[in-house]
T-cell receptor, first 114, second 116 residues
């Protein structure tokens, strides 16, 4: 069974600064996908970024980028130029290549301070 | 595109009662998912439909839980004889069928269940 670990329950960052959220996972599969989802307070979850395990290049979406280290089974999220609207719970998630069963980590609560 | 909607948004019930939640996916999304999220935790997968077929069920889905998607559009999740441990946020998500690899799952706002 796959597991996803997020070792930082809470983090804070000053507006305009950069922050990195950690995620590690455990799997014996070679084909899989990794995601970061964001859940703002009292609002629904939205996708931030996704990474295919077979791709060596790290995914980037505007101010969001990942550092995917397949051998180390690490998938961290970097948020540059943090904005107040980035305040949210951030969930790292694993999806096996042949399944539809997402495995989510416990989340990191990020607060962006003015 | 009005997004995934869920009703009701909040439900308070007494232990032992039955409850039913509804999820309306984004139109033309043929995949639909149910998750449970308890306070301070990430969502846990419950079940998944492709059109009207229920293709995968988690061991978390005990025999008191049943999900249906009769016409491949909206879905219902019923919990019979509710227990206090069922108190959680129940999330629904939908995705279109892609030609390769997984498609992004779009989440609804959730139904928060409180069992007294």
């Amino acid at each position: 069974a796959q597991t996803v670990t997020q070792s930082q329950p809470e983090m804070s960052v000053q507006e305009a600064e950069t922050v990195t959220l950690s995620c590690t996972y455990d799997t014996s599969e070679n084909n899989y996908y990794l995601f970061w989802y964001k859940q703002p307070p009292s609002r629904q979850m939205i996708l931030v970024i996704r990474q295919e395990a077979y791709k060596q290049q790290n995914a980037t979406e505007n101010r969001f980028s990942v550092n995917f280290q397949k051998a180390a089974k690490s998938f961290s999220l970097k948020i540059s130029d943090s904005q107040l609207g980035d305040t949210a719970m951030y969930f790292c998630a694993f999806l096996p290549g042949n399944g539809q069963n997402f495995v989510f980590g416990p989340g990191t609560r990020l607060s962006v301070l003015p | 595109d009005t997004g995934v909607s869920q009703n009701p948004r909040h439900k308070i019930t007494k232990r032992g009662q039955n409850v039913t939640f509804r999820c309306d996916p984004i139109s033309e999304h043929n995949r639909l998912y149910w998750y449970r999220q308890t306070l301070g935790q990430g969502p846990e997968f419950l079940t998944y439909f492709q059109n009207e077929a229920q293709l995968e069920k988690s061991r978390l889905l005990s025999d008191r839980f049943s999900a249906e998607r009769p016409k491949g559009s909206f879905s219902t999740l019923e919990i019979q004889r509710t227990e206090q441990g069922d108190s959680a946020m129940y999330l629904c998500a939908s995705s279109p069928r892609g030609t390769g690899g997984p498609d992004t799952q779009y989440f609804g706002p959730g139904t928060r269940l409180t069992v007294l």
